[in-house]
């Protein structure tokens, strides 16, 4: 496809120019209609049985897409305590949050149990922990579940090399400890990793936990975690994440399990990435471009303090340079090398890629920034953060949160 904010209007008729001018660059633009049809998605992925979507927060805390996921009736996971008190300024009541920490301290620990929100621990010690802070209380145990998937290295969380979960090889100890503190486990969750397109892994790591489910009497729920991906390389014509059949394999696995179970626990999902990826782009200025030894520089304000992924996991994100408002054609690509404004060499959003040629002026548009993106910014180098905006389903744009000021860099010294 020659341009992805044209075929889905991305910015309803709004243009992007004037966006960057009342804004000011980089800043962050969302489809409010693209993220609900995503949280509309994955709250059908389980239909035959009593099922939630539970949206992975830790992808986007940005409180206005916080309630959208509210409204489409999506619950979500929790990671922090900063992502809870997120949730609650959003006005998530606690019932709907799924606190899935790793490594807390009892504070923190302590800040779930007072408002009643279910907890998973994900270690035999974070276990023990539990059982010491709400003796005769009710918890989830994050099974590490043997396998994993993901993009990179980075983002695997299942199998013997990564720090979370809890080894089935450990589920007696489990029991144990619930013995101990009059613990009873209400839940069991997963997550073998982050951006999946093929879902072999993740049906396998179903299939393995249904197992393993069955060693625990009276399951309340069952959480397989999230990590569907989305198409990065929409312009090469990459397809969506296949849902439905997706959909279609993964119930016959279910049914045989609630066969043997003899009553269907909540089944839940953990997605992030799939709920908002598609629906944020990033707009930022070409502010010079440059030839050093043959390589073609394009210098924006779009540092890797903007958007890590590039250097943090060589991600691929499309881009498309805009001139005038207006996408530039694709029927000429010289490869370019888009850099940000950060002192590092990494600070690259990609490396000798065929793109239009892109001059001072123009704008860079990178797409599918709506996850880990915002919530992974810094302020290396002392820039304040972006600024984020959303394109309303009506097509008003609101600004949804302000560019950080240098006044905000220096409030806490
Ligand atoms: N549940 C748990 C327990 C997780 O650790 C994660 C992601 C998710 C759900 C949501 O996964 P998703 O559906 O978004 O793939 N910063 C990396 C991704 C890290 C994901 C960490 N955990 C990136 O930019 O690719």
Redesign the pocket.
Known sequence: MDSYINHVDFFKGNNPEDIAREYGTPVYVYNEDVIRAHMKSVAQVITKYPYTANY?V??NTNIHILKMALEEGVNC?A?SEGEIRMLEAAGFPYDRIFF?PNNVSREEMQYAIDRNIMTSCDSLSQLEQYGELNPGGKCAV?INPGVGA???E??V?GGKKTK?GISESDIDEIFKICDKYNLTIAGI?Q?I???FMEPDPYLDAVTNLLRIAKRFDNLEFIDF?????IPYHKLDDQPEYDMESFKKRLEPIIDSFVADYGKAPLFKS?????CVAEGSVILGRVHATKDNSGHHFIGTDIGMNVLV?PS??D?WHDIEILRDGKPVSRDSLTEQNVCGNICESGDLLCKDRPLPKAIKGDLVCVLDTG??GYS?CSTYNSRPRPAEVLVKSDGSLKLIRKRETYEDLLKLM
């Open positions: 992975s830790k992808a996971d990671m899935v994050r993901g993009h990179h980075k983002v969380t979370f969750n997550h990793g982050s951006l975690g999230g990590g569907y991906g953990e997605p992030g990435r799939y992924r943090m996991y991600s996850a880990y992974m």
